[in-house]
């Protein structure tokens, strides 16, 4: 079964600093997709990454996919509060899939003043 | 464009008794899948319904099924519920299920 790992699974950053969550998964797939919750919420699409070596950024937020090292990252750069929330990253289920999606364990994300 | 809608918001039910849950995607989106999210499981994948036919399916007992009607709307249904099916459900669509997947408010559903 297709596992997907991400790391850390708590991350505490001060306001200005930059950090990167990893996302590790197990089957050959050239896509993967980042979201994020924000408490009580549902899931909201950051980025979608469809081929190896993508990169897209919106923001502070920069995300990568390697699909050789079956690695993504989402990189954060000089944080800010609004930026609290738990980033989950998914790969599918099928080569071709978007709607058929195992997510990782998320990254809890607190920006501290 | 309207979101993904999810019927019930809140829902509590009894252990053992049967629950359904809907789901109206994105115009135009004929792809649902129906994801469980609880706080030591996490996110998992239930099922996928495109044109009305289930294309795929995540590890859960018989007891979670679901259907998708012409319109492209979804139900989920889950029998003799257990304690441990209280969880919020979430709902997403996409246009082919190949492309983004939008996901609905979820319903939270408790069993007593």
């Known amino acids: 079964e297709l596992k997907v790992e991400q790391n850390p699974l708590f991350l505490s950053m001060q306001e200005g600093k930059n950090y990167t969550i990893y996302c590790n998964y197990s089957?050959?797939?050239?896509?993967l997709y980042w979201y994020r919750q924000d408490p009580g919420k549902s899931l909201e699409s950051l980025f979608v990454?469809?081929?190896?070596?993508a990169v897209k950024q919106e923001g502070r937020l920069m995300a990568s996919l390697d699909t050789k090292a079956r690695l993504s990252t989402l990189h954060i750069t000089a944080a800010v509060h609004d930026l609290s929330a738990t980033y989950y990253c998914?790969?599918?289920?099928?080569?071709?899939?978007?709607?058929?999606?195992?997510f990782g364990t998320g990254t809890r994300l607190t920006v501290i003043p | 464009k309207a979101g993904v809608t999810q019927t019930p918001r809140y829902l509590i039910k009894t252990r053992g008794q049967q629950v359904t849950l809907s789901c109206s995607p994105i115009?135009?989106?004929?792809?649902v899948s129906w994801y469980q999210q609880t706080p030591g499981q996490g996110l998992q994948f239930l099922f996928e319904?495109?044109?009305?036919?289930?294309?795929n399916k995540g590890n859960f007992p018989g007891r979670f099924s679901g259907r998708q009607f012409s319109n492209s709307r979804s139900e989920m249904n889950v029998s003799t519920l257990e304690l441990g099916d209280s969880a919020l459900y979430l709902c997403?669509?996409?246009?082919?299920?190949?492309?983004?997947?939008?996901f609905g408010q979820g319903t939270r559903l408790t069993v007593v």
């Open positions: 319904y495109f044109s009305e036919t289930q294309r």
């Open positions: 998914a790969a599918p289920q099928t080569q071709t899939g978007a709607n058929n999606l195992f």
């Open positions: 115009s135009g989106h004929r792809s």
């Open positions: 997403a669509s996409s246009y082919q299920g190949n492309t983004e997947a939008f």
């Open positions: 089957t050959t797939s050239d896509r």
């Open positions: 990454l469809l081929s190896n070596g």
